[in-house]
Nanobody
Framework: QVQLVESGGGLVQAGGSLRLSCAAS????????MGWYRQAPGKQRELVAA???????VYADAAKGRFTISRDNAKNTVYLQMNSLKPEDTAVYYC?????????WGQGTQVTVSS
């Protein structure tokens, strides 16, 4: 089994910053993609950013220019630096890791941005 543990969520004012972390542990052989998704109340879960094992990065349009994803392969950890946060960024943020055909998810961390 593989476990993903997220940390770093919280309450921040608009314009502020937060850094999310997600550490994978357990039966890990090789993690392909790692990423962050978010789900706001009443909305579907959506991709925020993802990074491959060799550093290829994809951002959602809403994240471009404000969020930065990074990864430490030695620690099986992925980070999301979020700057210039807006109230519409309020959501539960989920970490995702893909190994071959299997997807693993964290429990989610709440990010709330007040106006």
């Amino acid at each position: 089994q593989v476990q993903l543990v997220e940390s770093g969520g919280g309450l921040v004012q608009a314009g502020g910053s937060l850094r999310l972390s997600c550490a994978a542990s357990g039966r890990i052989f090789s993690i392909d993609n790692m990423g962050w998704y978010r789900q706001a109340p009443g909305k579907q879960r959506e991709l925020v950013a993802a990074i491959t094992s060799i550093g290829i990065i994809v951002y959602a349009d809403a994240a471009k220019g404000r969020f930065t994803i990074s990864r430490d392969n030695a620690k099986n950890t992925v980070y999301l630096q979020m700057n210039s946060l807006k109230p519409e960024d309020t959501a539960v943020y989920y970490c995702n890791a893909r190994m071959t055909v299997y997807d693993y998810w964290g429990q989610g961390t709440q990010v709330t941005v007040s106006s």
